[in-house]
């Protein structure tokens, strides 16, 4: 019996499930879940109406394998930035590394916006299981980004850690909304925006915020 892993390389070099994934993903991303059924997704990827089932068992899991997918790249990018950053980093390489990871593959391509809609339709509509998001991104990323800020700034106790990188996060998903908006020209007022600018703001803010937590946890 193939073990787990044989079994995940050959679905990933499986150019029909490949196709129905690409096309699961750019479906769901048009037409959320509810809005896309298993014939638009085997009809954009040109295969017959019984190769969701085959593959991965029915819509829903359909649905959960382009998450997982997408989720687990984007950790991965993440995770991987961080470790590159070496045993004693500085506090502002670490944040404005992290935030490079967050951003970058989530706009300026076709692919990336893509994924950004299905995280923002996801948000809303909360189909998965919550042991899916927490497993493939939040623990992971979490845990990379945390053991980050403790070399560059080991005076932070574990509680007051996780804060400063919640805060962080829900800054730089903040942008990601404000830039979505630009890029569709829909600004409601909006003006001002340099995304560059932006995230310099957050790298320097955030520092002297985390610094500033680390000198009140000091005796």
């Given at each position: 019996?193939?073990?787990?892993l044989v079994n995940a390389k050959r679905e990933s070099n499986d150019p029909a499930r490949t196709r129905l994934l690409e096309a699961a993903a750019a479906?769901?991303?048009a037409k959320g879940y509810s809005g896309t059924t298993v014939r638009d997704i085997t009809s954009r990827a040109g295969c017959n109406v019984s190769a969701v089932t085959y593959h991965f068992g029915g819509k829903r899991k359909a649905y959960e394998a382009v998450y997982a997918q997408r989720l687990e790249d984007l950790t991965r990018r993440r995770v991987s930035a961080l470790h590159r950053l070496g045993p004693a980093p500085v506090l502002e390489d670490v944040i404005g590394t992290f935030a490079s990871a967050f951003l970058a593959p989530l706009h300026g391509s076709e692919r990336g916006r893509e994924t950004m809609t299905l995280l923002l339709r996801e948000m809303v509509d909360g189909h998965l299981p919550a042991s899916l998001v927490a497993?493939?991104?939040v623990h992971p990323t979490l845990g990379a980004l945390a053991q980050a800020l403790d070399r560059a700034?080991?005076?932070l106790d574990h509680r007051r850690r996780a804060l400063c990188?919640?805060?962080l996060i829900s800054q730089l998903v903040h942008v990601l909304q404000v830039q979505r908006m630009h890029e569709r020209g829909r600004t409601g007022g909006l003006t001002g925006f340099d995304l560059h600018e932006t995230v310099s703001h957050i790298v320097h803010f955030t520092a002297a915020g985390i610094r500033a937590c680390a000198q009140d946890e000091a005796p």
């Open positions: 019996m193939a073990s787990p479906c769901f991303a497993q493939r991104m700034c080991p005076g990188c919640h805060s």
